[in-house]
């Protein structure tokens, strides 16, 4: 059956990673580690925000799971949300990202539990194909590519025989050349064609977490690449910060992860998008692409300068006290403080202060500040400057910077200085 509607809605979300709990603490009523808790909070807004706007369909773009055995509580959840969906008429179409794949052939993926459930609304895709998805507004057709790694596309033999970036030039040859092929097979008389992919595309911007990528051998395929396939919407998945590329009719977008997971996406909005598209008489093309934020913690990073203070802990309570709200929040603090003033430094008081406003204190580390590193002095050069005294240092600075400077005014210059050291006025 072909599209009847002119237009249809939907949302595209991905990189969930379900599980982590690295910047979590365990509630003492329920177990759970507020992390989990927060990513739970984030899907189940949109679940709320899917059926208050009526959506066609939902596209998860990969990566449910942070590990290959998730806990009996995250596998719950999140077949909960599905079947809230479900229940409501909402079609969910799930690719497997990297983390929702066995290494071991013939391992099962715990996003296999979708199929066993055989839920007309539910598709999971491992593998690469078309599939036709029936949505209130008609049938849809989606090419879904599930994560594709270098040993899936070259031999061992290829792999150990070529340098790394000969490796992923061939890799990347291979599947755009498969791409092609497959977006070739669609009928375009099908509707509005969507790509749904977990995969690395050229100029997509990093994570700093995500910045190993560039010593893999993983394959990148190019933009332009992308956009010349014809797909009217590209939802892809597997890079963590949300951005849209390419043509603003056909783009191709990475909806990002749906909540925080690390300080490296502090600054980042997290969130999904809600997508429309039309048919006119230039054929389908994306309308509408509206960003809609998560629910999620926030993550924050302290930084307070105590060298010129007298009482440096009661100087970083205040700030704490009338500083950066902190309320539910994930916390970092360092304090950059002198050699004598480390010792001091009451960090018991600190880290309680932080933890009776935040979610969680990750730590609250003292920095003494590498005086040699920021003047850019060698070693020797660095020795000699420090064993000097202040009208040493004072007096070659003159012989450097003041040459014109007749002996006249050097020797009350000079004078000067040693009386103001001694305390004199």
């Not at 300080?263 to 997508?275: A, H, I, M, N, T």
């Not at 930084?303 to 009482?311: A, S």
Request: aromatic share 8%.
């Amino acid at each position: 059956m072909m599209t009847t509607s002119k237009n249809l809605r939907f949302i595209h979300f991905s990189d969930l990673h379900l599980g982590v709990e690295t910047h979590g603490k365990r509630d003492p009523e329920t177990g759970v580690s507020s992390q989990i808790q927060d990513f739970l909070n984030c899907l189940d807004h949109l679940v709320k925000t899917a059926i208050t706007e009526q959506v066609d369909m939902v596209l998860f773009a990969g990566d449910a799971f942070h590990s290959l055995r998730p806990t009996p509580l995250c596998v719950r959840e999140f077949l909960k949300w599905l079947l809230t969906l479900a229940d409501n008429q909402i079609p969910v179409v799930l690719i497997a990202g990297n983390h929702d794949l066995p290494l071991a052939r013939g391992d099962a993926s715990p996003l296999d539990l979708v199929a066993v459930l055989k839920n007309p609304f539910l598709h999971f895709q491992r593998r690469p194909g078309w599939i036709s998805v029936t949505t209130k507004s008609g049938s849809v057709p989606i090419f879904c590519l599930p994560y594709v790694s270098t040993h899936q596309l070259l031999t061992t033999e290829e792999i150990f025989s070529a340098r790394k970036d000969q490796i992923r030039l061939t890799a990347q040859e291979l599947l755009s050349q498969f791409l092609e092929t497959k977006a070739r097979q669609r009928d375009v008389s099908d509707g509005p064609s969507i790509l749904l992919a977990h995969l690395w595309v050229e100029n997509a911007e990093l994570s700093g977490s995500e910045e190993f990528l560039s010593e893999t051998t993983e394959p990148v395929i190019p933009l332009s690449h992308l956009q010349n396939l014809g797909f009217c919407y590209a939802a892809l998945g597997h890079i963590h910060r949300s951005q849209v590329l390419g043509d603003k009719d056909r783009p191709v977008v990475y909806a990002g992860s749906l909540a925080r997971i690390a300080f490296d996406e502090e600054d980042q909005e997290k969130g999904f998008y809600l997508v429309e598209l039309k048919d006119d008489k230039n054929g389908w093309k994306t309308t509408s692409l509206q960003f809609l934020p998560s629910p999620t913690r926030r993550f924050v990073t302290l930084k307070f300068d105590v060298r010129e203070q007298k009482n440096p802990t009661e100087f970083v309570l205040r700030a704490i006290e009338s500083g950066t709200r902190l309320e539910g929040a994930v916390v970092r603090a360092t304090i950059f403080a002198t050699q004598d003033q480390q010792r001091g430094l009451d960090r018991v008081r600190i880290r309680n202060a932080l933890e009776s406003k935040a979610d969680v204190v990750q730590f609250v580390r003292v920095e003494v500040p590498d005086y040699q590193a920021l003047s850019g002095l060698d070693s020797a050069e660095w020795e000699r400057w420090t064993q000097q005294s202040p009208l040493e240092l004072l007096n070659e600075w003159l012989d450097r910077t003041k040459k014109d400077l007749t002996e006249e005014k050097r020797t009350k210059i000079m004078a000067l200085a040693k009386k103001l050291m001694e305390g004199g006025g």
